[in-house]
């Protein structure tokens, strides 16, 4: 034989011995060798590299800015026990906790905050970084500071030189730079200041906003379709409420459009969330004569995005005023939700109308003026400069009216709703810079009562929240927040964009905080929030008209009188509990005329498939269980209904409905207020029922289950499609590392069950579970030592540590860690124990 080869080294061409192959194999075998040995030692580099930054937790360490030793005792679950000898020692050992596990999420969400993370990610994030600084979220966080209390600002300065100390720890030991990340961008970390910690409460604030979209959205509805049409797809929530208003009578010369609504800012980078993903949680609490050991109980599972690793943090602090335990967030020197012996307290978003959007007539003569009750006004202006990764800087102009800052006609399609001659601008109570919030989180922290804890919501601001909190004897919710005082012939009453400079239209400060909903020591004993309408309340003191949850709160109703007194197990049953009322309510109404109705057909035929699917759905007890096939028909079918409902009188603002509207389904199948004609297809001949669209949805639905799943019906399981993500926000989707730092749990609940799982809406993977419960925590004061909380990923926020998702599978399973204030519990079987000892000059 005879091969051609072009070898090295004048190697004869023609190979025709088996000496030739032998040192050929021989040849090829080193080169292979010698390929693999390269490709292990930068494997080896890259895994020594990003191991340096994993925290020893059982080490001493001499630290500048603390009084006296602290120590910080990491449980088998990595949770800190932080114990010093004053209050300020505390703060900074639990900064520097922090900094160990999430120094590289702690200097992303800052970077977010301050506008700047096109200075590492290029113009992909310039769009984001443009409207944070119009916000100006970091500038009022900076005047804000001089706002807190005492107590705070010295609880700030000590927790922000505790992540100080270890940022310096890194660099002179030389430890991977704080995180394996940093090795990708910019190693360079600046230190961390109190108005770092206020910034992130005001991006958690952003995170929960929806307020905004929800007027354009209803702006462009009412220029696309009759208003008691509008009323339907945004119905009030279940009692009193208003007539859709006429959005074209306000803003005249609008051009009415069908396009979808667009986002700015989208990706994993993104603060910006979605109308769908703004926010949502649960919480409820029993008194001592409810519950079956004699003692308060409180239950609580805030939601937020699912990242990895996740935004909460558990942790124990040692405090003069009691020790106190729960989550926080990483930067933020508090015990967000949590207990300590005397207190529990709990959050959930309140849904308080706290946003609106002002439409500004500029002056035709200079556009650098804009009108107000008093005549034309000169613009605040100033002129920013954002860094930008691998391009030239971008310098914008920053433009306030007395209402709030101008933002770009592009986010939210603000452009869509703006006459012309005009701009829009948005009033915010996030927008203050003599932001009191973190003084009154710290309060609530130390607070020893229920009446203290009440009392210390007073200073809060935004984001509004519900405050959930109990005491031994007590119960109390009380929504903390400042609440907008609008007028009552306000044009748009919350709902709508309107004329900034009529007088009506404007904010009158802020009510008082006696105007905030309460309710103490309820006759039943039980009380609890699921996002779901607070008051009934005429405008404008009716908090809100939007709000997170009409469902929820049927399925909670239900199991909370079902039990004449609770306990924490009946609590945590609650919690994790995957029944959807919204399929048991909805499932009888859209397939009342299909169930058990049609001619035989043959197996294999459209028409038995949907026989099956029907004979399955009707056997269903609207459980959301991850091991099912009958929530993925279920969901399938109403994502398809609801969109060939409204399709083809919005076109492609369809899109925009990424979600179902349960109460917009129930009204156009009971017919409510004529909601029926949206079953009928209007650039049909045909006049189609309600019965055919559900039909034709269901069958549409079936074909998508079998192009996307294939097999049969029964073989079917929910948890495969509705898999909780935990992405991280950088390297997420990079090729490889991808496998490596997200996290993925089939998972059971839904969009409406109080295991909440909200789905992503979107394709190509809709029912993948991107937002929920990423704490949860069940409190009896019966027994406080018994109390449990968990997380959704793990304490640590490096991937090669193996507390970056311990927790994880925990979480999935619904089962829970001690949440105990021992300290002899804590330090038995302790994963480590740092010490933190003062340096002396």
Not at 188 to 200: F, K, R, T
Not at 641 to 655: F, H, M, N, S
Request: glycine residues 8%.
């Amino acid at each position: 034989m005879c091969c051609l080869l072009h070898l090295p080294n004048g190697w004869v061409q023609g190979v025709n011995n088996g000496s030739d192959m032998a040192m050929l194999f021989r040849w090829l075998l080193r080169l292979f060798v010698i390929a693999v040995a390269a490709v292990g030692l930068g494997v080896a580099t890259v895994y020594y590299l990003a191991s340096r930054s994993l925290p020893d937790y059982d080490a001493e360490y001499t630290l500048a800015g603390l009084e006296a030793p602290v120590e910080i005792v990491r449980d088998n679950a990595s949770v800190p026990h932080v114990f010093g000898e004053t209050d300020a020692d505390v703060f900074f050992g639990l900064g520097f906790a922090h900094a160990q596990d999430r120094l590289w999420q702690m200097t992303m969400m800052r970077r977010t905050a301050q506008g700047r993370l096109s200075e590492l990610f290029g113009e992909r994030t310039l769009k984001i970084d443009e409207l944070i600084r119009r916000l100006d979220l970091y500038g009022l966080a900076q005047k804000s500071v001089a706002a807190q209390d005492p107590e705070t600002r010295a609880a700030l300065d000590a927790y922000a030189r505790g992540v100080n100390a270890w940022i310096t720890t890194v660099n002179a030991k030389a430890m991977g730079r704080g995180a394996p990340e940093f090795f990708l961008f910019d190693p360079e970390v600046a230190y961390w200041q109190p108005a770092d910690s206020l910034a992130l409460v005001k991006l958690m604030g952003l995170q929960l906003s929806a307020h905004l979209e929800e007027e354009v959205l209803r702006a462009r509805l009412s220029l696309l379709i009759d208003g008691n049409r509008v009323r339907d797809l945004m119905p009030d929530a279940p009692g009193a409420g208003v007539m859709a208003i006429d959005y074209a009578a306000i803003a005249p010369g609008v051009t009415r459009s069908s396009a979808p609504l667009t986002r700015m800012a989208e990706g994993p980078l993104s603060p910006f969330p979605a109308r769908a993903l703004a926010g949502a949680s649960n919480a409820w609490a029993a008194t001592p004569r409810r519950a079956a050991a004699g003692g308060s109980l409180l239950a609580n599972d805030p939601h937020l995005g699912f990242t990895a690793p996740s935004p909460w943090y558990l942790a124990r602090i040692e405090l003069s005023s009691g020790a106190v335990i729960g989550g926080t967030i990483p930067g933020i020197p508090t015990v967000l939700a949590g207990r300590s012996d005397m207190l529990g307290w709990a959050i959930t978003s309140s849904y308080l109308d706290d946003q609106d959007v002002f439409l500004e007539r500029l002056n035709p003569e200079n556009p650098d003026e804009y009108l107000t009750p008093e005549g034309y006004k000169p613009f605040e202006t100033r002129r920013t400069i954002i860094k930008v990764a691998d391009s030239d800087p971008v310098t914008i102009t920053l433009r306030w009216t007395e209402n709030g800052p101008v933002l770009p006609g592009g986010h939210y399609d603000l452009a869509s709703i703006t006459p012309p001659g005009h701009v829009t601008s948005l009033g915010w109570t996030l927008l203050s810079g003599a932001d009191t919030s973190m003084s009154a989180a710290i309060g609530i922290m130390r607070a020893q009562d229920v009446d203290q804890a009440i009392e210390a919501g007073r200073l809060f601001i935004a984001p509004s929240q519900n405050l959930t909190v109990v005491d031994h004897e007590r119960i109390a919710i009380q929504m903390i927040g400042a609440m907008p005082r609008r007028q009552a012939a306000n044009q748009g009453m919350g709902r709508l964009p309107v004329p900034g400079w009529r007088a009506e239209n404007r904010w009158q400060g802020w009510l008082n905080y006696a105007a905030n909903p309460r309710v103490l020591d309820p006759e039943g004993g039980i009380l609890g929030n699921t996002n779901n309408k607070l008051v009934d309340r005429p405008f404008p003191l009716h908090v809100s008209y939007h709000w997170g949850d009409t469902q929820r709160i049927q399925r909670w109703k239900r199991l909370m009188e079902s039990r004449e007194v609770h306990t924490r197990e009946s609590f945590i049953e609650a919690q994790l509990d995957a029944v959807s009322f919204t399929a048991r309510s909805l499932l009888p109404l859209i397939g009342r005329d299909l169930w058990f109705t049609g001619d035989p057909a043959p197996a294999g035929s459209p028409e038995r498939r949907r026989q099956r699917a029907l004979e399955l759905l009707a056997e269903w007890n609207g459980e959301m269980n991850e091991h099912l096939p009958e929530p993925l028909i279920y969901a399938a079918w109403l994502r398809r209904l609801q969109d060939r409902l409204i399709r083809d009188e919005l076109g492609p603002l369809a899109d925009t409905f990424t979600h179902v509207e349960p109460l917009f389904v129930e009204r156009v199948f009971r017919n409510v207020d004529g909601a029926g004609q949206w079953c009928d297809i209007r650039q049909s001949s045909a006049t189609e029922t309600c019965t055919e669209i559900a039909r034709r949805a269901l069958d549409e639905a079936l074909l998508w289950l079998d192009e996307t799943y294939g097999g049969q019906l029964e073989a079917l399981r929910w948890g495969e499609a509705h898999q909780a993500f935990h992405m991280h926000q950088v390297l997420g989707e990079t090729p490889l590392l991808k496998w490596i730092v997200n996290i993925r749990q089939p998972t059971s609940g839904g969009d409406n069950t109080l295991n909440r799982g909200l789905t992503r809406g979107t394709a190509p993977d809709p029912f993948v579970n991107v937002h929920g419960a990423g704490y949860r925590g069940v409190y009896d004061f019966a027994d406080p030592e018994s109390s449990v909380f968990i997380i959704a990923t793990g304490q640590s926020g490096h991937p090669l540590s193996r507390h970056y998702d311990d927790l994880g599978e925990l979480w999935r399973r619904g089962e829970y860690i001690p949440m105990t204030l021992d300290p002899d519990l804590a330090r038995a079987a302790a994963v480590g124990t740092s010490r933190l000892i003062p340096a002396h000059d």
